[in-house]
């Protein structure tokens, strides 16, 4: 530490590098979430034309009454996955939280951050 204190240039890399980690880290945890972009409530018979359409982005899933497959529709969600959180609820009972999905394994916080402003627990 002392050397570091005689040498300001190399203290002053240090702290650059330490900053650049930290920017780098905190872009990629962080949820992008594009201008005007906004989540609307539809009914069961409107979910299922959006995703049979696709739209799987567009529609809310909620945790406590979804099935495996609209579980899949999601990105990063495979059958072993959506069997896996249909196997928790069944077991714990309804979720209170999108939170308790990083109980399950095989979700980890990267998948957890990407699907996560796709589904809710109510």
Known sequence: MKKLLRRPEALLICMGLAFLSVTILASYFSAYIPEGQKIIYVTKEEKEALLQEGYADSVLINLNTT????????????????????????????????????????????????????????
Do not use: M, Q, W
Request: aromatic share 8%; proline share 2%; net charge negative.
């Open 67 to 122: 099935t495996s497959e609209e579980l899949c529709s999601l990105e990063g969600i495979s059958t072993v996955t959506a069997d896996a959180i249909i196997a928790y609820r069944t077991e714990h009972g309804s979720f209170d939280s999108v939170e308790e999905l990083k109980n399950i394994k095989g979700i980890g916080e990267v998948k957890f951050k990407s699907i996560c402003p796709y589904v809710v627990a109510e």
